[in-house]
Nanobody, 128 residues
């Protein structure tokens, strides 16, 4: 069965950095888009960044562009999110997500409903 396990969350001061990781198993990782989403209690889950199977195409939410970098290691089946210059408004639960296992048809979706598999989430808290 598909498993996505996130790690790397924590508490930092504004301006700090964190690197999230997501290890995938039971999934044809290298042929699928992957995404990072975040959710604040009481608000809808939103896409932070997505990446194509080969890693050469990325999407970033306007609020994180220039500060966050999504990347992937297909050999290790691991997804990353490097978060720099963190702001208090980045505080949220961050989720790694994967769409249904199928051949890539660009572009990668940014909609939570198009992703079937989710990790358990990792909390990121940024204090001012």
């Amino acid at each position: 069965q598909v498993q996505l396990v996130e790690s790397g969350g924590g508490s930092v001061r504004a301006g700090g950095s964190l690197r999230l990781s997501c290890a995938a198993s039971g999934y044809t990782y290298s042929r699928n888009c992957m995404g990072w989403f975040r959710q604040v209690l009481g608000k809808e889950r939103e896409a932070v960044a997505t990446i194509s199977p080969g890693g050469n195409s990325q999407y970033y939410a306007a609020s994180v562009k220039g500060r966050f970098t999504i990347s992937r290691d297909n050999a290790k089946k691991t997804l990353y999110l490097q978060m720099n210059s963190l702001k208090p408004e980045d505080t949220a639960m961050y989720y790694c997500a994967a769409p249904p296992d199928s051949w890539y048809s660009p572009p990668c979706s940014r909609l939570p409903r198009d992703f079937d598999y989710w990790g358990q989430g990792t909390q990121v808290t940024v204090s001012s």
